[in-house]
């Protein structure tokens, strides 16, 4: 089913995001792409913190987030309460990252995973429904500021 997908890189996963705009494009699906465009040094930050707005503002349902490792743009996504961003770099971690924390975003390192394993993660996360249940709870936990969390039991 088509969905509108934000996507962002920094200047490492710049060619990475290209092509997967491009694909995901190709399978209908409306494309937001936040940039970067090219290889010029940029703040990865800079741009995570544009994919969690797009995702807190609804322009966008899911996204996908890019760097060289994954692990720096992934960290800025998850600064906003309504991204759930999970780094991952197989369809496995993928899928259950949708299945049981209900992610919205997607994060991958560009350094890090080859465009065809991209794309089979990027099919496993927009292909899986969240299966809720026991897992709401604990989805909505995440989105509830620490200083009001109990210590657990």
Request: include cysteine; charged fraction near 20%; hydrophobic fraction near 45%.
């Amino acid at each position: 089913m088509p969905a509108r997908i934000a996507i962002a890189s920094d200047h490492a996963a710049h060619e990475l995001k290209a092509a997967l705009a491009a694909w995901l494009r190709d399978a209908g699906h409306e494309v937001i792409d936040l940039g970067t465009d090219g290889p010029a040094s940029v703040d990865y930050p800079d741009f995570g913190y544009a994919l969690a707005r797009a995702i807190g503002e609804g322009q966008a349902e899911r996204g996908v987030a890019l760097c060289g490792s994954g692990i720096g743009i992934s960290i800025a996504v998850n600064r906003h309460p309504a991204a759930r961003c999970a780094l991952v770099s197989e369809p496995l971690s993928a899928r259950l990252a949708r299945e049981h924390n209900d992610a919205n975003v997607i994060a991958m390192g560009a350094r890090l995973v080859g465009i065809e394993m991209a794309k089979a993660c990027l099919e496993a996360f927009l292909a899986t429904p969240f299966l809720g249940d026991r897992h709401q709870r604990r989805v909505d936990k995440l989105s509830t500021p620490i200083v009001s969390m109990k210590e657990p039991a």
